[in-house]
């Protein structure tokens, strides 16, 4: 958007002058300078006219009157000026009203994102909260940038601030589960090898009270473990298949201690009979 004008127009009392216009949207200030007509040379026209009011270099000669207006005043024009084409004048005060609001508002958002940043550059944990409010300033930013409030540079500019914060927040994230799957891998590890050791302890008799009473207590410690579930699930299997070998291995000790008592047993009824039948002869 163009923030220069030159145009004809009359200082004081009909005093023919050219003018020039200038915003400044640092200071929120409109500066007006006029040249009157007899100080007017091709120079200075074609200087104002094809550089300075496109963009280019130009300093004012002390002869040029100045003036300094709020860009938010009603009329960008001093009480002293007047123009050939007001029209163009309420035209470009409407535009640059516009681009006023649009830079305070980006300010505002500038400043905003900044806290985010800020926040997300020191975050050692990935917080969920940050997140959210990040998302909700996207949403904020494109809401303004729909309504034309501001422009698709600004909104830009600030989208690649906001995916700064997402790819902060993102990097901590996988950082965490990096090591929560560390943590993870080393429970596991550590599960497996307690009930390996008692799976190799149920051939002693007398360690299968000691193997029930661990089996419980890994069962009680899982529920609060931070283990990974499909991890934690597979632990449970494996205790429920040492649980079920245990049982196997008391049936076996008491099937075999039964038919022990019953070839006791019939030894001994063999040894009665032979002594019936001795003492029948």
Same mark, same amino acid.
Do not use: C
């Given at each position: ?26 200071t ?7 040249f ?14 094809v ?16 003036w ?11 009480e ?6 007001l ?52 949403e ?5 940038? *729909?309504?034309?409030? @501001?422009? !698709?540079?600004?909104?830009? %500019?600030?989208?690649?601030? #906001? +995916?700064a914060? $997402? =790819?902060? &927040? ?13 943590a ?11 009930l ?26 899982? *529920?609060?473990?931070? @283990?990974? !579930?499909?991890?934690?699930? %597979?632990?449970?299997?494996q #205790? +429920?298949?040492? $649980? =079920?070998? &245990?049982?196997k ?20 009824l063999?040894?009665?009979k ?8």
């Amino acid at each position: 958007m163009n923030t220069r004008l030159v145009l004809w127009g009359e200082i004081g009392t009909d005093r023919k002058a050219l003018i020039a216009i200038q915003l400044d949207e640092e200071t929120s200030k409109i500066h007006t300078y006029a040249f009157p007509k007899e100080m007017v040379t091709k120079e200075i026209q074609d200087a104002l006219f094809v550089e300075w009011k496109n963009g280019g270099e130009y300093t004012f000669p002390e002869g040029a009157i100045q003036w300094e207006i709020d860009a938010n005043s009603d009329s960008i024009l001093p009480e002293e000026v007047k123009v050939e084409r007001l029209d163009v004048v309420l035209q470009s005060q409407h535009k640059w009203s516009k681009k006023l609001m649009s830079s305070k508002i980006n300010q505002l958002l500038e400043d905003e994102v900044k806290l985010l940043e800020e926040k997300a550059s020191v975050v050692a944990e990935y917080d969920q909260t940050l997140w959210d409010k990040a998302k909700t300033q996207w949403e904020k930013i494109a809401s303004y940038q *729909k309504k034309n409030e @501001i422009s !698709w540079e600004q909104t830009t %500019a600030l989208k690649d601030k #906001i +995916n700064a914060v $997402f =790819d902060a &927040l993102k990097a901590v994230k996988r950082i965490n589960h990096e090591n929560e799957d560390q943590a993870n891998n080393v429970l596991v590890k550590n599960y497996k090898k307690r009930l390996e050791d008692l799976q190799a302890k149920l051939i002693y008799n007398d360690q299968w009270k000691h193997i029930a009473d661990e089996l419980k207590k890994i069962q009680a410690e899982l *529920k609060d473990t931070a @283990i990974k !579930w499909n991890h934690k699930r %597979a632990i449970y299997n494996q #205790i +429920n298949d040492i $649980f =079920d070998n &245990l049982k196997k291995y008391r049936m076996t000790e008491v099937i075999s201690k039964t038919q022990g008592r019953i070839s006791q047993l019939n030894k001994i009824l063999h040894g009665l009979k032979d002594s019936i039948a001795r003492d029948m002869e």
